[in-house]
């Protein structure tokens, strides 16, 4: 009970934690609705893996510099991203009721790079998630497993919830609503990549 306690609430503070996979997620919701935001929801339950293994198999081993070379470039990508949207939102007429993008595997792709490039999963996973692992695989690996379902149940989830609230809205918005709420999370998109950029080329690192 405890392992998933800790979990679902550290699931839930990196779920709606402001970020540049959250608002791939918002930006998703707007273009394409409920299902395309649900797509880059799921992005962590792609991208996370590599990170979790190599966290949990050699906690605190990567050297600081290898974050710091991730954030600048996770966040020099992200900043493109946001600038990119707001290209779009120039131009942009909001969907009509029943239209849904495709399947797109270049949106989802594009998620995982954000989140493979950001050096928060790293960080919590290498300072926070891999010793609480650690800990409850020690007592019983079934613990462990549940800390770790817990937590992305949540993560995912938090998302999931945005991305229907998004989508449902998105029908009644005027164009010129779409392209201030479309420009806006481009806008967001920029500062957040900045703000990686910023902290990866700082002497102190993240």
């Not at 799921?42 to 990170?51: G, R, T």
């Amino acid at each position: 009970m405890t392992e998933l306690l800790m979990g679902l609430s550290l699931g839930l503070g990196a779920g709606v934690t402001p970020g540049a996979l959250l608002t791939l997620v918002i930006t998703a919701s707007l273009r394409g609705g409920f299902r395309s935001g649900v797509r880059l929801a799921c992005v962590p339950l792609l991208s996370d893996l590599p990170v979790v293994l190599l966290a949990v198999t050699a906690v605190g081993a990567l050297p600081q510099v290898l974050l710091r070379v991730l954030a600048v470039g996770g966040g020099l990508y992200v900043v493109h991203l946001g600038v990119e949207t707001l290209r779009e939102a120039r131009t942009a007429l909001p969907p009509r009721p029943g239209e849904d993008a495709p399947s797109s595997a270049r949106e989802i792709l594009r998620g995982v790079v954000v989140n493979m490039l950001n050096p928060h999963p790293w960080l919590f996973w290498i300072a926070v998630g891999s010793p609480i692992f650690v800990s409850a695989w020690d007592h019983a690996p079934a613990y462990a497993l549940v800390f770790v379902g817990g937590f992305y149940l949540v993560l995912v989830g938090s998302k999931v919830a945005l991305a229907g609230a998004v989508g449902a809205g998105r029908h009644r918005l005027t164009p010129r609503g779409y392209r201030l709420l479309l420009g806006a999370s481009g806008a967001l998109l920029a500062v957040v990549g900045a703000v990686l950029t910023v902290r990866g080329l700082l002497p102190q690192g993240l």
